[in-house]
């Protein structure tokens, strides 16, 4: 079993940055593939990122491309989500979750083992 915790999530004014963290606790989540999500109120969850297990690749979606980026510390078992110049669109609940799928890059949420709580992000216009 592998427990996630998202953190770092707030309010935040519009151009503004926030860095999420999702620290792993049970199994190591070395040799999984990561995803970040977020889901809006009344919208599907949505796929945001994702990371190899080893940190060699990264994947975005066009929602936050150029804007973000994701790493690892595997020996913290934690992973990050850098977001830039946040929207108002941007607002919503973020989840952190984990993969031991081949094709974890497509975004799909089947494909993922293991979820946060999500952590939510606000961005006032």
């Known amino acids: 079993q592998v427990q996630l915790v998202e953190s770092g999530g707030g309010l935040v004014q519009a151009g503004g940055s926030l860095r999420l963290s999702c620290a792993a606790s049970?199994?190591?989540?070395?040799?999984?593939?990561m995803g970040w999500f977020r889901q809006a109120p009344g919208k599907e969850r949505e796929f945001v990122g994702a990371i190899s297990w080893s940190g060699g690749r990264t994947y975005y979606a066009d929602s936050l491309k150029g804007r973000s980026t994701i790493s690892r510390d595997n020996a913290k078992n934690t992973v990050y989500l850098q977001m830039n110049s946040l929207e108002p669109e941007d607002t919503a609940v973020y989840y952190c979750a984990a993969s031991s799928k081949y094709e974890y890059f497509s975004g799909r949420t089947g494909l993922y083992d293991y979820w946060g709580q999500g952590t939510q992000v606000t961005v006032s216009s």
């Open positions: 049970g199994r190591t989540v070395s040799t999984y593939n």
